[in-house]
Antibody, heavy 120, light 110 residues
Framework: EVRLVESGGGLVQPGGSLRLSCAAS????????MNWVRQAPGKGLEWVSD????????YYSDSVKGRFTISRDNAKNSLFLHLSSLRADDTAVYYC?????????????WGQGTLVTVSS | QSVLTQPPSVSAAPGQKVTISCSGS????????VSWYRQLPGAAPKLLIY???QRPSGIPDRFSGSKSGTSATLGITGLQTGDEADYYC???????????FGGGTKLTVL
């Protein structure tokens, strides 16, 4: 059974930093691209970042570029997101999601999410 | 506002059919495959449709997807109260080098 479990969320002050983790199990983690997707309270889904299976290719949304860093440790089946220079509008539930490919790409498994609240 | 455009809400009676549209452009839907996700209240999103019209195992054939040009459509037949949720379309945008989602559509089963 595929499982994705996020952790590391919490309350942080504006300008602060946080590191989110996603523990993966039930599949060969190192063979899949992984992504972070967030959802602000009462809002829709917003893509944050993508990392290739080897970590060699990374994409960020314009809203987080230069402030967030995605990384992975395939030996530990783990995905990370380092958030810095946090702003109030970064407040959201952050989901880790597996990015699969058939003819196109899609998110076939999602974690339960971890809440990040940026507030003084 | 979102790169992909969805109606904010749709509604229909139990047992009826509903469609949810997702409109984009050549840089996203026009040249990439579309996926659809359902998000029940308080839960994580779940994949409903991938590759425009394919259902993952476990998704009933009441759910269907299609794509034409720069628009995609999710269809749900035999509506049940348990289908009340938010529905999102998503795809890759080659011009933005980013995954893009629609703003979401809230389905109400009256």
């Amino acid at each position: 059974e595929v499982r994705l479990v996020e952790s590391g969320g919490g309350l942080v002050q504006p300008g602060g930093s946080l590191r989110l983790s996603c523990a993966a199990s039930g599949f060969t983690f190192g063979r899949y691209e992984m992504n972070w997707v967030r959802q602000a309270p009462g809002k829709g889904l917003e893509w944050v970042s993508d990392i290739s299976d080897t970590g060699s290719t990374i994409y960020y949304s314009d809203s987080v570029k230069g402030r967030f860093t995605i990384s992975r440790d395939n030996a530990k089946n783990s995905l990370f997101l380092h958030l810095s220079s946090l702003r109030a509008d970064d407040t959201a539930v952050y989901y880790c999601a597996r990015y699969s490919y058939n003819r196109g790409y899609f998110f076939d498994f999602w974690g339960q999410g971890t809440l990040v609240t940026v507030s003084s | 506002q979102s790169v992909l455009t969805q109606p904010p809400s749709v509604s229909a009676a139990p047992g009826q059919k509903v469609t949810i549209s997702c409109s984009g452009s050549n840089s996203n839907i026009g040249n990439n495959y579309v996926s659809w996700y359902r998000q029940l209240p308080g839960a994580a999103p779940k994949l409903l449709i991938y590759d425009n019209d394919q259902r993952p195992s476990g998704i009933p054939d009441r759910f269907s997807g299609s794509k034409s040009g720069t628009s995609a459509t999710l269809g749900i037949t035999g509506l049940q109260t348990g289908d009340e949720a938010d529905y999102y379309c998503g795809t890759w945008d080659g011009s933005l080098s980013a995954v893009v989602f629609g703003g979401g559509t809230k389905l109400t089963v009256l």
